[in-house]
């Protein structure tokens, strides 16, 4: 996958340097320092937020008090809902 970024002056001097310097292309050394960095960086056991509901919403019980829903359907029956 081919992609463009930016990069400060510097680090690219830094980058192109060490790059010649290990005999890789700046390619294989921005992929791999960004392959370290999520490996270093990234939680494998982290859930989603939509995980997390749905792990709740599986244990609580999450349908509506029948009561409340009575008072929902009169309240939109006399609004002409």
Do not use: H
Not at 20 to 40: G, I, P
Not at 61 to 69: A, C, E, G, L
Request: net charge positive.
């Amino acid at each position: 996958m081919k992609t463009a970024i930016s990069v400060k002056d510097a680090l690219f001097k830094r980058v192109d340097k060490f790059a010649k310097r290990k005999k890789m292309s700046r390619s294989q050394l921005f992929s791999d320092a960004v392959e370290e960095y999520l490996d270093k960086r990234e939680d494998p056991n982290e859930e989603s937020l939509i995980e997390r509901i749905n792990a709740v919403c599986a244990e609580v019980d999450t349908s509506v008090d029948p009561v409340w829903k009575r008072y929902q359907f009169e309240r939109l029956k006399r609004s002409g809902l």
